[in-house]
């Protein structure tokens, strides 16, 4: 049985945050869960993934964030307890429908798990989406710790049904990922079907109802005020003068400073838990009772910005600072340290903490850059294009493992904007410049969002070649399955889109599919792609190596090694490919053989031949 069935109330057990949220979500009695895997959130729906395996709880990967939500929301809507989780960046792809959804509401509970990802971790953008609660009016909830984030995620769903709203449920990097005690609740029955109650008028979002809608979500918005200010979520700790405003993870930062600058009977702590609606008359008695205010929130300056609104509104005399204090800015994620820094100066301390261990002495850690996995067929491909296109043709690559081609030595990537973007920038490229283009996509990625990029190319005879790079699985975020995948390696009862088939349907006639460790004919498919006078599309075929092992998969191939006698050092195998399984042994090329595939790209590349599998 998963860990996180046992119905065992009262008993402790040691639980990343993420895993809290989904014992959370089944101790509400979720019945329907769905997702797009996205770090740092992808550790959620991966305890939804094993647990449907083995209990009536339905789970699906969705091909992205908008399906997820629009999935999630018709068995919400329908009266089922749903939950759907997506990182920052997932939540602009689900906004379209997230934000009418606010209209219609639900009448299951459902909550939308956000985690934003501070310092750019796996990301490729720092945004707040506490914006996002602020434009759709929907509640928010901001959990501080593991035991919060299991307890307030039963919560949120409670929330949801009494208000008939998706309840926005926001964690971020740090909180995700840390670990934590948590003491188990009682798990509810789940309730697995329901009775959709036909309501055109109300579901049915033209104009006519929408206006009457936004009224109501209004009327929603107030009684979640009432909730937001009553909650135990929302508390102030302490009543000094010196006033602190703190959510999230942050929230623990000041805890510890406090504590470590002995300042508790100095200050008075405004924690916001459910963090929106703000807790306006909560807010204004904490204001009242303080002569300077300091708001510790990561990124933007959102709940500073509010409370300096309530109290001008208020006419409440008191100083509020945030950004701009200590090291406190829109820049990444905070530490303890930076805090501790920042209360002191807030409080006019001297405090400079334990002194930094000096390492002026030592040499440099060796650089450690982010790499392709020795054998991945990525490396292959990049290899074939960077042969067949000029050097001043244009790369328009996107989000997935194949983004790090576009480190050197492969140095294929230009630009890399959001999921699908490559298709759709490329279409840009082919236009206003007369240089080759070629975008480059990931299977999992083109079924999340590349497929009108494509179909648009098509429609205006745009002219570039899409490489379509299909390893088998979603691989950057730990192998989660999503259409293009063979259900039979993972063992789920999905079927299998093909590629190829959606490529010829999109109205793509030249089409190539090639096996990137056969390294010539790669070459001979790109160049003839490449030259083709409108869309072409190489569907670039290899299982991920470390998927493959995974799934009991792995290439059945023996390791290579560098024959001396016959290697010039010409070195080609390590200027072009760099796979992490070759180094230098002073001036020698070398291949370690624990780390090689035996894919045998090296050996290709090799002009002297002198690459050679081991002998058994």
């Not at 939950?83 to 689900?94: D, L, Q, R, S």
């Not at 999340?448 to 950057?476: E, P, Q």
């Not at 498919?525 to 290899?542: F, K, N, P, Q, T």
Request: with cysteine; hydrophobic share 40%; aromatic share 6%.
């Amino acid at each position: 049985m998963h860990k996180l069935l046992i119905n065992s109330p009262g008993e402790k057990m040691l639980l990343l945050g993420n895993e809290a949220i989904a014992r959370g979500a089944l101790e509400a009695g979720l019945a329907f869960a769905t997702c797009y895997p996205g770090t740092p959130s992808s550790e959620i729906p991966e305890q939804f993934f094993t647990i449907s395996r083995e209990s009536d709880l339905y789970f699906e990967y969705s091909a992205n964030e908008k399906v997820a939500l629009e999935v999630a929301a018709g068995a919400a809507i329908a009266g089922l307890r749903t939950m759907v989780t997506m990182k920052h960046v997932g939540m602009n792809v689900a906004a379209d429908p997230m934000m009418t959804l606010a209209y219609t509401g639900v009448k299951g509970g459902m909550v939308i798990v956000n985690a934003d990802d501070p310092s750019l971790f796996s990301s490729q953008n720092e945004q707040d989406n506490r914006i996002y609660s602020r434009i759709s009016s929907l509640p928010m909830l901001e959990p501080t710790n593991t035991q919060e984030m299991k307890d307030w995620t039963v919560a949120a769903f409670d929330i949801s049904e009494e208000l008939g709203l998706p309840v926005i449920l926001r964690t971020t990097t740090r909180l995700a990922h840390i670990r934590g005690p948590v003491t188990l609740g009682t798990m509810r029955p789940r309730q697995l079907k329901s009775v959709f109650k036909k309501d055109p008028s109300h579901y049915v979002c033209v104009p006519a109802v929408s206006r009457k809608l936004h009224r109501e979500l209004l009327e929603k918005k107030e009684r979640a005020c009432h909730m937001a200010e009553k909650s135990p979520f929302n508390e102030i700790i302490g009543n000094g003068e010196l006033g602190i405003a703190a959510n999230g993870v942050s929230f623990n930062y000041v805890k510890d400073a406090i504590a470590d600058l002995g300042i508790e009977d100095r200050t008075s702590v405004l924690k916001l838990g459910f963090s929106y609606p703000m807790p306006k008359q909560l807010c204004v008695r904490f204001l009242r009772n303080c002569r300077s205010v300091l708001v510790v929130e990561e990124l933007e300056p959102v709940i500073e910005t509010e409370l300096r609104a309530i109290a001008q509104k208020e006419k409440i005399d008191v100083v509020i600072m945030g950004k701009g204090v200590g090291g406190l800015s829109q820049l990444y994620e905070y530490d303890p340290r930076m805090v501790r820094e920042a209360l002191a100066q807030f409080c006019g301390m001297e405090w400079k903490g334990r002194e930094l261990l000096k390492i002026s002495g030592f040499p440099d850690l060796p650089p450690r850059p982010p790499t392709l996995c020795p054998g991945c067929p990525h490396r292959a491909t990049f290899y074939a294009v960077g042969q067949v296109y000029p050097e001043d043709a244009i790369h328009a690559t996107d989000i997935g493992c194949y983004a790090l081609g576009a480190m050197p030595p492969l140095s294929i990537g230009d630009m890399s904007i959001c999921m699908g973007s490559s298709v759709s920038s490329a279409c840009g490229f082919s236009r206003a410049t007369d240089q080759k283009v070629a975008a480059f996509i990931g299977d999992s990625t083109f079924f999340h969002s590349g497929i009108t990029g494509l179909i648009n190319a098509v429609h205006n005879n745009h002219k570039f070649t899409l490489v379509i790079m299909d390893n088998g699985t979603t691989a950057m975020t730990g192998h989660q399955p999503h259409p293009g995948v063979d259900p039979d390696a993972m063992n789920i009862n999905r079927k299998q889109v093909s590629i190829e088939a959606v490529v010829r349907a999109c109205g793509v006639e030249d089409v190539h599919v090639v096996k990137p460790f056969h390294v010539k004919k790669t070459i001979e498919a790109l160049r003839a792609s490449m030259e083709y006078d409108g869309i072409s599309v190489v569907i670039s075929e290899e299982i991920c190596p470390l998927f493959a092992k995974s799934v009991g998969k792995a290439r059945k191939a023996r390791p290579f090694y560098v024959d001396k006698d016959l290697c010039k050092n010409h070195r080609d195998c390590i200027m072009y490919l760099a796979c992490p399984a070759m180094y230098l042994e002073g001036e020698q090329v070398e291949i370690n053989k624990d780390l090689c595939i035996g894919c045998s790209v090296c050996a290709q590349v090799c002009p002297e031949n002198a690459i050679k599998p081991l002998k058994s």
